[in-house]
């Protein structure tokens, strides 16, 4: 079975740092990933997914992050944060074929001043 | 378009109580996903659902909790007999008929269910 694993559950960074979030799943098979934001007490949105082609995709607010097979990792990036970006992180993942997606525990990002 | 619309938001309910949770998805979609987000956990899959026709449930606990999508109107999930341990947000999906298979899924925001 595929699993989702999200390495830091908390996140501080200053204002205007870069951060990476990092994400390694485990499958046999080929998957599609997400990467959602939760903000508090809010649904989630979708941050940026990877179908297909280019390992580089680029999401809303600023974020990328690159697929990378080999490593079986999806780390989300943002060159520079803002105090807004605060929130909780999610990656996703879907098999081919698969309706459901299975999701790591979380990343907290906490920007501070 | 309107997105995925929850409610209530927020539901308390006492230990013994039903607990009823809608779910309409965005227009044009027509399958609906269930998950339940526990307090410091990530969102776990429950069941998928097509208008009338449960199509994997193979998250759902045994007991207690069952869920539909009615030809008309919104999708239910339904929690009889609420305990303590029942008490987490629940999160309801929708995918077009030509995302689904990739995975892409619009969330709702949330059911928040506290069991006094």
């Known amino acids: 079975a595929q699993s989702v694993t999200q390495l830091d559950s908390q996140v501080p960074v200053f204002e205007e740092a870069p951060v990476e979030l990092r994400c390694n799943y485990s499958?046999?098979?080929?998957?599609?990933l997400f990467w959602y934001v939760q903000y508090p007490n809010q649904g989630l949105q979708l941050l940026l997914k990877?179908?297909?082609?280019?390992?580089l995709v680029k999401g809303i607010n600023g974020f990328e992050a690159e697929f990378n097979k080999s490593q079986t990792s999806f780390h989300l990036r943002k060159p520079s944060v803002h105090i807004s970006d605060t929130a909780e992180y999610f990656c996703?993942?879907?098999?081919?074929?698969?309706?459901?997606?299975?999701f790591g525990k979380g990343t907290k990002l906490t920007v501070n001043p | 378009n309107a997105g995925v619309m929850q409610n209530p938001r927020h539901l308390v309910r006492r230990r013994g109580q039903e607990a009823r949770l809608r779910c309409s998805p965005m227009?044009?979609?027509?399958?609906v996903y269930w998950y339940r987000q526990l307090p410091e956990e990530g969102l776990k899959f429950m069941v998928y659902?097509?208008?009338?026709?449960?199509?994997?449930e193979s998250g759902m606990p045994k007991e207690r909790f069952s869920a539909e999508f009615p030809k008309e109107g919104p999708s239910i999930l339904r929690i009889q007999q609420v305990v303590r341990g029942d008490s987490a947000a629940y999160f309801c999906?929708?995918?077009?008929?030509?995302?689904?298979?990739?995975?892409?899924?619009?969330f709702g925001p949330g059911t928040r269910l506290t069991v006094t």
């Open positions: 659902l097509q208008k009338e026709n449960i199509i994997d």
């Open positions: 227009k044009g979609h027509s399958h």
């Open positions: 996703a993942v879907s098999l081919g074929g698969s309706e459901k997606l299975v």
């Open positions: 499958s046999s098979v080929s998957v599609y």
């Open positions: 999906a929708s995918s077009p008929p030509s995302g689904r298979l990739f995975g892409e899924q619009y």
């Open positions: 990877y179908l297909s082609g280019s390992t």
